[in-house]
Nanobody, 115 residues
Framework: QVHVVQSGGGLVQAGGSLRLSCTAS????????IGWYRQAPGNRRDLVAS???????NYADSAKGRFTISRDNAKNTVYLQMNSLKPEDTAVYYCGAFSKGGDAWGQGTQVTVSS
């Protein structure tokens, strides 16, 4: 079984940067991919970026060129570096870990970008 805990987020002005962290524990060897998702009020939860166990990355169009997903295997942690933030990036961000045994979600963290 996998568990994930998120950290980071907060309030930042437009153009600023934030870094989110997602630390996995438990059966981390079974994780196939970890993704960052976000959900604004009234909207569905959408993928922002993901990284596979092999290191392949995928980004939503809105994140390309501004956000970078990376991982530190020694710390079982995946990061989402968000630069050039825009007010439309405001949402609750969730980390999800996906393995054969099921999915594990973080608790969510608020990111608010003021104009």
């Amino acid at each position: 079984q996998v568990h994930v805990v998120q950290s980071g987020g907060g309030l930042v002005q437009a153009g600023g940067s934030l870094r989110l962290s997602c630390t996995a524990s438990g059966s981390t060897f079974s994780i196939n991919a970890i993704g960052w998702y976000r959900q604004a009020p009234g909207n569905r939860r959408d993928l922002v970026a993901s990284i596979t166990s092999g290191g392949s990355t995928n980004y939503a169009d809105s994140a390309k060129g501004r956000f970078t997903i990376s991982r530190d295997n020694a710390k079982n942690t995946v990061y989402l570096q968000m630069n050039s933030l825009k007010p439309e990036d405001t949402a609750v961000y969730y980390c999800g870990a996906f393995s054969k045994g099921g999915d594990a979600w973080g608790q969510g963290t608020q990111v608010t970008v003021s104009s």
